[in-house]
């Protein structure tokens, strides 16, 4: 999985903040002037494979969006989990994208 070879330091990313249970870094493939992603350490496919073990994990995946989003320089930005290949989903391990800031010139 590309983001455990991430977490790993095997792949390199640009870090915005690691914790123990998560990591955020810029999106290779960025859609807005801002885009990053926070992505559990822990490898989890998708959202349907959560249950009630990860209500903490998925809160503070979601708390840590504004407050990287605000230090980005974003005030208002959009967040967005893809789920299943259907739902979009590229990358099989959990990521939550954080988006702001207009389109990508």
Same mark, same amino acid.
């Given at each position: 999985c590309i983001f455990c070879k991430i977490v790993a330091g095997d792949i390199p990313a640009k870090? %915005?903040?690691? +914790? +123990?249970? %998560?990591?955020?870094? =810029? +999106?290779? #493939?960025?859609?807005?002037? &801002? =885009?990053f992603l926070i992505v559990p350490k822990a490898h989890i496919e998708t %959202?349907? @494979?959560?249950? +009630?073990? =990860? @209500?903490e994990l998925l809160g503070r995946m979601l708390l840590l969006a504004p407050k990287l989003a605000a230090e980005q320089g974003l005030f208002g930005f959009k @967040? &967005?989990? =893809? &789920?299943? #290949?259907?739902?979009g989903q590229e990358v099989f391990h959990i990521h939550l994208h954080v988006l702001g800031g207009g389109p990508v010139a």
């Amino acid at each position: 999985c590309i983001f455990c070879k991430i977490v790993a330091g095997d792949i390199p990313a640009k870090r %915005l903040y690691e +914790d +123990d249970a %998560l990591i955020a870094f =810029h +999106d290779i #493939r960025p859609q807005a002037k &801002v =885009h990053f992603l926070i992505v559990p350490k822990a490898h989890i496919e998708t %959202l349907k @494979t959560c249950n +009630d073990s =990860h @209500t903490e994990l998925l809160g503070r995946m979601l708390l840590l969006a504004p407050k990287l989003a605000a230090e980005q320089g974003l005030f208002g930005f959009k @967040t &967005v989990m =893809h &789920v299943e #290949r259907e739902g979009g989903q590229e990358v099989f391990h959990i990521h939550l994208h954080v988006l702001g800031g207009g389109p990508v010139a």
